[in-house]
């Protein structure tokens, strides 16, 4: 999970830069040393932090490239452009928030609780993590920074659906794993408008969310 840091020099919103694994998104070209890969998550964590402080229009690769402290021509190195990067910090977020998921859910026993695991570790992910935060302020859900559309979402609702299939008996079919892809797409939009709102109006909306969900899958499940 990603921490909050300061930088020397900047009042600026920065993560704990450690290198993801090899094909999390992709590059024009992949980092064959450790260095290397440590400079790539560098510029995407400068990248969120430019989005975050002063929007995705007025980001710019050469600004990207001062705050990582390095070349330009090291980003173009790695990123044709401004959106590729955008997308490339799309594609490690999911990265993230599958792994952190499938490591909470490791010790659930109960399916109600799976789903409230999701959504808290969208909610903390969104709240803790500048990638999160410059993704949705740059503009996504853009159907033009995913390969095809829903790519995300389906993505996890399908590795969401098999783990309650398996772990909890879910009874598999077309109509379920659709239930599971609505699930998560509520899922999101419940956090984003929780995000918004006064801490006593965000439990308020989360109270009457969560148990929305479940029964959402409730025919489902044992």
Excluded at 102 to 123: G, I, K
Excluded at 155 to 175: M, N
Excluded at 187 to 206: C, F, I, N, Q, W
Aim: net charge negative; hydrophobic share 40%; aromatic share 6%.
């Amino acid at each position: 999970m990603a921490t909050l840091s300061p930088s020397a020099g900047h009042n600026e919103l920065m993560v704990s830069t450690t290198a993801e694994e090899p094909g999390a998104y992709p590059l024009r070209r992949m980092p064959t040393q450790d260095r290397a890969s440590r400079q790539v998550e560098r510029i995407l964590d400068a990248a969120c932090a430019e989005v975050v402080e002063r929007g995705y229009d007025a980001a710019s690769t050469s600004s990207i490239a001062k705050r990582a402290q390095i070349a330009v021509g090291s980003v173009y190195r790695y990123f044709p452009d401004k959106r590729t990067l955008i997308q490339a910090i799309e594609r490690r977020n999911q990265h993230r928030y599958t792994e952190a998921v499938r490591e909470r859910l490791a010790v659930v026993a109960d399916w109600r609780e799976a789903v409230d695991v999701t959504l808290d570790t969208f909610r903390e992910m969104h709240r803790t993590d500048p990638g999160f935060r410059a993704v949705v302020l740059s503009g996504l859900g853009d159907p033009q920074l995913e390969a095809t559309p829903g790519e995300f979402d389906d993505q996890h609702a399908g590795e969401f659906a098999e783990l309650l299939a398996q772990r909890f008996g879910a009874t598999d079919s077309h109509e379920f794993r659709l239930t599971v892809t609505l699930t998560i797409t509520m899922g999101e939009a419940l956090s984003h408008l929780a995000e918004r709102l006064p801490p006593e109006d965000a439990d308020h909306v989360l109270a009457q969310g969560r148990p929305t969900l479940h029964r959402l899958l409730e025919p489902y499940l044992p």
